[in-house]
């Protein structure tokens, strides 16, 4: 009889398992079909044959990527690996926000997203990555993987006005970053995060207490060399810009605004101090990562944040004084990540093979450019990294574009559409956070 209970107990709490994991499956494939998005792909006639399947392809290529779940979240997964990673997704999503003023359908696929990384950054905040059912998929802590969920957020709710999406759960899952960050900030002394792959037994270089907050991994999820990855300190600052926003104007919380405006003014300091460098062929420039001890890191990586992206994410102008330098250095062989070929030149990533070019880091490229010639010269590279599937890829050989890295790649194909909308199309800019009540050295 007890054999008996025990099984009957098991068969119940299976079947409990498999009904949760019910509310998680796909909608029929007809529910993500985005008539607007549709519309606009096939609506995109110009006289370069190219460049028109590149873009209709790149438009469109996301929504093979979406899952909307009966819990009313939506998932999105990178591509080729069954995963969701708060910070592709973030970007995949980027272009529906030009259709979501005029587009309920799109709205709410926008919601659903921003709706689930609530829950990601409630259930473990120092995970990447996720799987469909919540489970983590990858547990590197990566400070920008706190930062892009903030932003869609805010910019969801500049671009449309819908302020629906600021909800008790969102702001659970606000609270969690917020917190996070707060803690990281003194890592050795607070926090018991480590990862295998990082240095020493997996705690991870030693470090000076800057104002900063510690990175174990950079956007690429490779491990940090230095701790303080000053593209991700760059984005942080601009997410808790837009965070103290969030929580004065909506939730009408002055104490969470005031620790969100306190920790950004914390960690602009600390990039002021520590991440900007004097070299004797470029002055003063942003170093890609320090440690807050004199060790720096001069280079860049494809992956954004990125420096190259620092006017894109929102923290600095183009004109910079120092982000100019910075710009100048990134842009040559000086940098060790800088590659040209017959067909393509630009940043790379140690996290792939040398000699291969990111198109994230081109567009990136193409988005801070100050004239048309430069935006034009990276969209006619662009086109030409096209090995035939009309689509971008994480990386490729800059001599020969049909040697490249992941064949279904999200993110950098959502970039290329925001990138042709507004650089060529006169679509207007995604809106970004302020820093103009911010100190910078140089400017």
């Excluded at 006017?311 to 600095?316: A, H, L, M, N, V």
Aim: aromatic share 12%.
């Amino acid at each position: 009889m007890v054999a008996l209970t025990m099984r009957l107990t098991t068969v119940r709490a299976l079947l409990c398992t498999l009904a949760a994991l019910a509310l998680l499956a796909p909608l029929p494939a007809a529910a993500l079909e985005l008539d607007s998005v549709s519309k606009a792909a096939a609506g995109y006639t110009v006289g370069d044959p190219k460049l028109q399947s590149m873009y209709r392809a790149a438009l469109l290529h996301n929504g093979q990527q979406i899952t909307l779940a009966s819990d009313g979240t939506t998932y999105v997964k990178t591509g080729d690996i069954p995963a969701e990673w708060l910070r592709d997704a973030s970007v995949q999503v980027r272009p529906y926000l030009f259709f979501a003023k005029t587009d309920p359908q799109i709205a709410s696929l926008l919601r659903g997203t921003i709706a689930r990384m609530g829950k990601y950054l409630q259930a473990d905040p120092y995970a990447n990555a996720f799987t469909l059912d919540y489970r983590v998929w990858e547990r590197k802590f990566e400070l920008d993987s706190l930062d892009y969920p903030i932003s869609l957020a805010w910019t969801y709710w500049k671009q449309t006005g819908d302020a629906s999406i600021f909800t008790g759960d969102l702001s659970l899952g606000f609270d969690s970053a917020l917190a996070t960050m707060e803690k990281e900030q003194d890592h050795p002394r607070n926090s018991q995060y480590t990862h295998k792959e990082m240095a020493l037994g997996g705690k991870g270089k030693p470090v000076a207490y800057t104002g900063m907050i510690w990175s174990g991994f950079r956007p690429s999820d490779d491990a940090c060399g230095f701790n303080f990855p000053i593209p991700s300190e760059m984005m942080t600052v601009v997410a808790l810009g837009q965070l103290e926003e969030i929580e004065r104007d909506v939730y009408h919380n002055v104490i969470k605004a005031q620790r969100a405006k306190s920790l950004r003014n914390e960690v602009q300091n600390g990039i002021q101090t520590y991440g900007v460098i004097f070299t004797p062929n470029y002055g003063y420039i942003y170093a890609y990562e320090v440690d807050g001890l004199g060790n720096a890191n001069l280079m860049d990586d494809a992956n954004v944040p990125s420096l190259l992206s620092a006017p894109y994410i929102g923290y600095t102008k183009v004109s910079s004084f120092v982000y100019r330098n910075t710009r100048k250095f990134l842009l040559s062989k000086d940098n060790p990540t800088y590659y040209v070929g017959k067909y393509a030149r630009g940043i790379g990533s140690p996290h792939t093979s040398d000699n291969m070019v990111w198109p994230i880091a081109m567009l990136m490229q193409g988005f801070t450019a100050s004239n048309d010639a430069e935006r034009k010269d990276v969209l006619g590279q662009l086109l030409a990294s096209d090995p035939g599937d009309h689509l971008l890829h994480e990386s490729f050989n800059p001599d020969d574009p049909t040697k490249f890295t992941r064949s279904d790649f999200g993110w950098p194909n959502a970039l290329f559409s925001e990138f042709v909308m507004t650089s060529f199309e006169g679509v207007p800019p995604l809106p970004v956070g302020s820093t103009t009540d911010l100190d910078f050295r140089g400017d």
